[in-house]
């Protein structure tokens, strides 16, 4: 069996030849990559957290996991609306922030790591937003190098960009590289899965739920 390294690095090496992802999805079925992913999402604060479910990482073992993966094989799996509650702005007003239940943040970051591995090389290097090592130091410290001679820095903001992503363009994008029906098709579901506000369900037609799902489409921001 293969470590979550070695199938992360042959995937970035795919990105970096720009050669399309074809049968990824049976990745999915490594549980080393569960275990990875667990280890790093496990220590948020959010870890106990409650979704729409009581389905929190309490109680997580490789018997759950391998449960998992079975649903996933034999294309099972089913993400559950995320519990959406409404978090206070600074500026005023509220964003909505998204609560899936653990079992799907687990797939979800096992995906995010897959995507991220792919499309990472890819990147400029002038893009410093979400990436692992980069962030708005290096970003300062470029501008720093690079920009000297500048009298004006100009700062933008895409408004209500997670809530307003559309699904189909953003499949049409992953399916240029994407090769894989069932991969693609995991990330549908879990785009079209919903949520849950006031304990009242409404679909998604647009968006992603901010700290669910938008933090895997974090890596496709080309």
Not at 54 to 82: Q, V, W
Not at 101 to 114: H, P
Not at 160 to 174: N, R, Y
């Amino acid at each position: 069996m293969q470590t979550a390294d070695q199938i992360l690095q042959a995937i970035r090496k795919l990105g970096e030849q720009r050669q399309p992802l074809t049968r990824i999805y049976r990745c999915m079925y490594n549980p080393q990559l569960y275990l990875a992913a667990y280890h790093k999402i496990s220590r948020n604060q959010g870890a106990l957290t409650p979704g729409s479910t009581n389905d929190t990482a309490d109680g997580m073992s490789l018997k759950r996991i391998c449960k998992i993966i079975n649903e996933l094989r034999y294309e099972r799996f089913r993400f559950h609306p995320a519990r959406r509650i409404r978090i206070p702005k600074k500026s005023g007003g509220t964003r909505p922030l998204g609560l899936p239940n653990f079992t799907e943040k687990l797939v979800q970051e096992v995906l995010r790591m897959l995507l991220e591995a792919y499309y990472e090389p890819r990147f400029r290097e002038s893009s410093h937003g979400f990436r692992t090592g980069r962030g708005c130091h290096t970003a300062l410290t470029q501008v720093h190098q690079q920009f000297q001679g500048a009298s004006w820095l100009i700062e933008g903001d895409i408004k209500g960009c997670f809530d307003a992503i559309d699904h189909q363009k953003l499949m049409d994008i992953l399916a240029c590289d994407i090769k894989d029906g069932r991969l693609l098709n995991l990330i549908r579901m879990s785009l079209d899965a919903g949520v849950l506000e006031d304990w009242t369900y409404q679909r998604t037609y647009s968006g992603t739920p901010r700290a669910g799902y938008s933090r895997l489409l974090q890596c496709c921001k080309f």
